[in-house]
Structure formats: C-alpha cells, structure tokens
C-alpha cells in the first residue's frame, strides 16, 4: 500500500513538471518611480539586489523556480510582492497611495521584515546593511517630503474619498 501511494506521489510530482506558471520577465518601466522622482545609483543598486525580483515587472529567476511546486511558491511570491508594491508601476498609483506605500517601505526597513528572510536565505547578497537601510529610508522620506510639498494635506491619505450621497 505504501508502495503505491510513493509511486502515486512520484507521478504527481513528473505530472507537476509540464504545468509552467507565467513568467515575471515583461520588464516595462514606463511607469517607473524614477519616472517621477529622482532615485540616485546607489538607491536603484540596492532596489535592484534587494527588492526588484519581487517588486517589479522583471524577476531574475534562480534554477529552481524550473522545478514543481517550488515554480507555483515562487510564483505566489512574486505576485504577492508585486501587489503590495510595484516600483516599475509606482507612477500609475494615486498620490495617497504612493505616500503610502513609501511609508510602509520605511516600516518594513525599519522592522527588518523585509526584505524577507526566505529571500535572503537563499540570496545573501540581498541582506541589506545598516548603511543601506539608511539610504532607502533617506530616499523614501525624501519623496514622502516632495509629495507632502507639493499636494495638499487631504490628497495624502490613502483611502478613496467616498461617492457623493445620492440625492
């Protein structure tokens, strides 16, 4: 009986390796946050080693996100990180939101929740160092402070005002 239920599992598991998530690899950057504020190279350096595979529109995939379930794990992941922040369509957000997201960027960095230790488990390089998490926090709260200049108090939250009551 055991015999059969490995066998079963195996099967399963060869079946997993035709089924393909789609790919994070579209790479567009036209509504990019460096579109609309400045991001200086060493900020762009850390986002890129730390944050893009998840929070872009191009992921650098390691060899085994070819390899069933570990592609649907990643695949969540990537998608889940996108949703709650997506640097290359950063521009397309409202301003509310933008203020934030960049706000919760600043408490993630501060509560070294991200970027995630799964992440860096695996990918050490992305650890990011006191000085880094200082300069991301720098450039965030710069932007937060542009956007606080430039647009009204109101506009800043990141609720949708509600409908206009019926008459």
Known sequence: M???ILIGLLVVLVLLQFVRPARNLSGDTSK???TIYPMSDSVKQIVNKACADCHSNKTVYPWYASVQPLSFWLDHHVDEGKREINFNEFASYRIGKQNHKLKEVIEQIKENEMPLAS???IHKDAKLTEAEKATL???CQGIMDTIKSKYPADSLTSK???PPAAK
């Open 2 to 4: 055991i015999k059969k």
């Open 32 to 34: 990019d946050i460096s």
């Open 119 to 121: 992440y860096t488990l």
């Open 137 to 139: 926090i720098q450039w």
């Open 160 to 162: 949708r005002p509600a």
